[in-house]
């Protein structure tokens, strides 16, 4: 493998790393509060749908971004109410969100377009561009670290760098900030923040809005700056892989980057190569499609390590009288 | 009262006789959708042609999931519909259980062969349109390298990529054909983001001509073509128009004549069952030229491509099926 095929898969592999980290930390907001959030595939996938719609009715890639946005957070406030405000079953909740973002989004689009279920090839303005970072066109004639620079950190669109900024951003929040203290806290012992004087419900519905925010920034990426449109269930299931890698990570942001990056790697060296070609023996392409859900369960067998997850998790709290 | 129940009760008699009437063809449109731009949208194409010229009617649904597949089938036939085309290879082994159950009902299946009395099997010389468009695709490559991105993994599309490779082959015999497919289960068909992370992948080994047979996976492919400024090459619709400026051509396959032809024959009662193979003589498969790549079609390429057909058509090339022998004879 040369350097050059290195410098395109690591290219590769940040595209698709992106959505996956996005809804990553949406899942690590929402799950350190003390909400199993099993959803996001199915918020990711109304972004996406409302995203395209609006970008492909308006012309305007900004606007859609928005319309995905609020449909995420809108999403989140009805798993908020349920889980949080009537302390029903988490994961249910979320279950019946992804069902409901499948079969709406569809719908409203065959309704709207009468495309089959999917929006129109988006052009111009209502896709994002990508991005050329400051230098790149200057330093690509630096030996190593200037391909590295402007061939693979450089050229996505701006949402692969907003999510990039994203986990410092909740490194930040989480473990700097009276918040994030606060947040983490209501995760692992709910009963004692109250007993300090501090809304629980605040604090988790400040969570799955932040959830909301991030799982609709993924699916505005998919549709409008992975691909150019929606398409009936493009998620594909990347909702749930980055569950897998937030368990992988042990829900702490950092980790959670690499997490992501290593599952986007595993896509992109199975797109590149049909099959890696070990002297001994040959791994078949979906082996390795197969790995990131595999070294999720020997990671929650507890062979490297354990994964504990916020002690709070998927228990509504109740207060006591 | 008794005014409104002789009112429902007519409308249920006319109803019922309307049902036992019906002779109209059904249509069932697969996976993928009626508007994949691609293999169930010629089929709906078709049939809305023979709606139009003959005023006829038919009866349409569109399965939503594998499992549909037999009920959406037998409640087509119970419902009277005569014949009842079948969309795709994935249909072969319920059809294979459903037609002998209702002898007098003809069913049409289109990519793969059913042999049953009551069933006409259609089948397209795939290779053979492929093969033009990888002569096509070698002449206009710079770079030596051009790629083919399939849907789900079966060898209908290996049909397709082994086609490709021996016309790319055959204008430069160095060239290198790169192919992935999308995946192993039916959701490959409807994937964009993967099929434009797949050519990306190819046009960053060298690739400067993508051909894609991958339903709607496919959009994502042409897509990726035209962001990054390559070729490509679309498959089953005409898809030249959806980016003029880099689509080189289509590998046609008129899905959407065999559904009319399939209806018309019904309708004249004349529909044989047995198989048919549309090939390039018949102009089953075709390489799509229209205004949209008129600029792109060089001189070079018409001609060599109207001499391949008719050495195709006339035995001269042997163009290998990959579905015969589950292998291909070139390097891929």
């Known amino acids: 493998m040369d350097f050059l095929t ?38 990711m996938l109304i972004s996406a749908f409302f995203s395209a719609a609006v970008a492909a009715l308006t012309g305007s890639v900004w606007l859609g971004l928005l319309a995905g946005v609020a449909a995420a957070v809108i999403f989140s406030l009805i798993h908020g109410l349920a889980s949080i405000t009537f302390r029903g ?8 969100l992804n069902f409901l973002a499948s079969g709406m989004s569809v719908l409203i689009a065959q309704d709207i377009f009468a495309q089959g279920g999917r929006t129109p090839s988006l052009s111009g303005d209502a896709r994002f561009a990508s991005l050329d970072l400051p230098f790149a066109e200057a330093l690509s004639g630096v030996p190593i670290l200037g391909p590295i620079y402007s061939d693979m950190l450089s050229g996505h669109t701006i949402l692969v760098y907003v999510a990039l900024l994203a986990v410092p951003a909740t490194w930040y929040v989480l473990f700097r900030t009276r918040f994030g203290l606060r947040l983490r806290a209501v995760g692992e012992n709910p009963g004692a923040v109250d007993t300090a004087g501090v ?34 269930e493009m998620t594909a299931g990347r909702g749930y892989i980055a569950l897998a890698a937030l368990i992988f990570a042990k829900w702490r942001p950092w980790q959670a980057l690499g997490a992501c990056l290593l599952f986007g790697f595993l896509q992109a060296v199975s797109n590149r190569f049909n099959s890696i070609d070990l002297i001994l023996f040959e791994i078949p392409n979906a082996f390795v499609l197969a790995l990131p859900y595999i070294l999720t369960v020997v990671i929650l067998a507890g062979f490297v390590g354990r994964a504990v997850p916020p002690r709070a998790g998927g228990t509504p709290y109740v207060k006591e009288r | 009262m008794t005014s409104m129940s002789k009112i429902l009760g007519a409308a249920a008699t006319l109803a019922l006789s309307a049902g036992a009437a019906l002779a109209e063809p059904g249509l069932i449109i697969d996976l993928g959708g009626k508007f994949d731009k691609s293999f169930n949208e010629s089929a709906y194409t078709g049939a809305q042609r023979w709606v139009e010229e003959t005023g006829g009617d038919y009866v349409e649904t569109e399965l939503q999931s594998e499992a549909q597949r037999e009920q959406t089938m037998r409640r087509m036939a119970e419902r009277g519909a005569n014949p009842v085309v079948v969309l795709g290879f994935a249909n072969a082994s319920t059809l294979e259980k459903v037609a002998p159950d209702y002898p ?48 789900m993994d079966v060898p209908l599309i290996r049909k397709f990529a082994c086609g490709y490779a021996q016309g790319a082959k055959a204008v430069n015999e160095d060239i290198e054909v790169i192919q992935n497919m999308t995946g192993t289960t039916p959701a490959a068909w409807n994937d964009p983001v993967k099929g434009g992370e797949l050519t990306r992948s190819q046009i960053s080994q060298g690739s400067d001509v993508v051909y ?27 898809q030249n128009y ?21 209806f018309e024959a019904a309708e004249a009662g004349t529909l044989e069952t047995g198989l048919e193979v549309l090939d390039l003589e018949s102009e089953g498969v075709a390489l799509a030229m229209d205004e949209n790549n008129e600029d792109l079609v060089t001189e070079e390429m018409r001609t060599a491509i109207d001499e391949a057909k008719q050495q195709i058509i006339a035995g001269e090339i042997e163009v290998h099926d990959y579905t015969e022998t589950d292998s291909c004879p070139v390097e891929m």
């Open chain 2, 104 to 151: 007098d009902t003809n069913f049409v299946i289109i990519d793969e062969q059913v042999d049953q009395p009551n069933v006409k099997s259609i089948k397209f010389a795939e290779h053979e349109g492929s093969y033009l468009a990888g002569m096509m695709a070698a002449i206009a490559s710079e770079t030596g390298t051009v790629s083919f991105v399939g849907g």
């Open chain 1, 89 to 96: 079953d988490q994961l249910i909740s979320g279950v019946a």
């Open chain 2, 242 to 262: 959806m980016h003029p400026e880099t689509m080189l051509t289509s590998m046609v396959k008129r899905v959407d004549n065999a559904v009319y032809d399939a």
């Open chain 2, 212 to 238: 894609a047979a991958a339903g709607g996976t496919g959009v994502g492919v042409l897509q990726a073509a035209a962001d990054e400024g390559i070729y490509a090459i679309g498959v089953d619709s005409n």
């Open chain 1, 6 to 43: 290195i410098i395109q898969i690591g290219d590769s592999t940040i595209r698709l790393a992106t959505p996956l980290l996005l809804a990553c930390l949406a899942g690590l907001f929402s799950e350190r509060s003390g909400i199993i959030d099993i959803g996001l595939e199915g918020k």
């Open chain 1, 199 to 232: 809304s629980v419900k605040r604090l988790r519905y400040g969570a799955v809005l932040i959830c909301g925010l991030l799982s609709g920034l993924g699916g505005a990426y998919l549709s409008t700056g992975l691909a150019a449109g929606f398409t009936q």
